[in-house]
């Protein structure tokens, strides 16, 4: 296991469409983490999971957005009616929080979202 | 409302020097703080993870420090090298209100040959 895999690396849409990212976390991770990061800022949280529950979403994700984390493994993040303000870079981080509640987090390459 | 601002934004220093980076919040209730290093179009590479009860972590060339009291945390490098160039972020995990993990903007360094 080399680390979090997101993909796809690179998405161009046009508004109105959906769009589905994919993460695969490291495997004995139980939390997966979805952050959006736009050019000159930092990572902002969107949701996460504790193995298949969605235990937080933050007030950016709107009700276009939905994510996913059916087994426990991987997740997909969903966003419908893609809106020129949703082009950003979307982050997948997995932790196993073997050290406070958190634990380390690990990011994956980012998957980044060009609306048109 | 947990916020962390790092300072300074930017810096370029010639290949060689001894750096500091800064990285304030305003809760001190963490459960810890994580220093992640970011290239362009890249995801984050974690650096150091400092835990409430520790005041410093060190990675090689790295040593990150924490100061939970006034709110400060410190990311050393010494010896810095061309490819040290990237940008430097500090995220703060806390409770505060439900889960949060807070990112700074980071600081964009650039080290010179």
């Known amino acids: 296991d080399t680390g979090v895999s997101q993909d796809p690396r690179h998405k161009i849409t046009k508004r109105g469409q959906n769009v589905t990212f994919r993460c695969d976390p490291i495997s004995e991770h139980n939390r997966l983490y979805w952050y959006r990061q736009t050019l000159g800022q930092g990572p902002e949280f969107l949701t996460y999971f504790q193995n298949e529950a969605q235990l937080e979403k933050s007030r950016l994700l709107s009700d276009r957005f939905s994510a996913e984390r059916p087994k426990g493994s991987f997740s997909t993040l969903e966003i419908q009616r893609t809106e020129q303000g949703d082009s950003a870079m979307y982050l997948c981080?997995?932790?196993?929080?073997?050290?406070?509640?958190?634990?380390?987090?690990?990011f994956g390459e980012g998957s980044r979202l060009t609306v048109l | 409302k947990q916020e962390v601002t790092q300072i300074p934004a930017a810096l370029s220093v010639p290949e060689g020097e001894n750096l500091v980076l800064n990285c304030s919040f305003t809760?001190?209730?963490?459960?810890?703080l994580q220093w992640f290093r970011q290239d362009p179009g890249k995801g984050l590479t974690s650096l150091l993870l400092?835990?409430?009860?520790?005041r410093e972590q060190t990675s090689g060339r790295l040593n990150a420090s924490l100061d939970k009291s006034s709110g400060r945390s410190t990311l050393y490098i010494a010896a810095s090298q061309p490819g040290d160039s990237a940008t430097y972020l500090c995220?703060?995990?806390?409770?505060?209100?439900?889960?949060?993990?807070?990112f700074g903007a980071g600081t964009r360094l650039f080290v010179k040959a």
């Open positions: 400092i835990q409430s009860s520790q």
């Open positions: 809760d001190s209730a963490i459960y810890n």
């Open positions: 981080a997995s932790s196993f929080p073997d050290r406070g509640p958190t634990g380390e987090l690990f």
């Open positions: 995220a703060v995990h806390s409770n505060t209100g439900g889960f949060k993990t807070i």
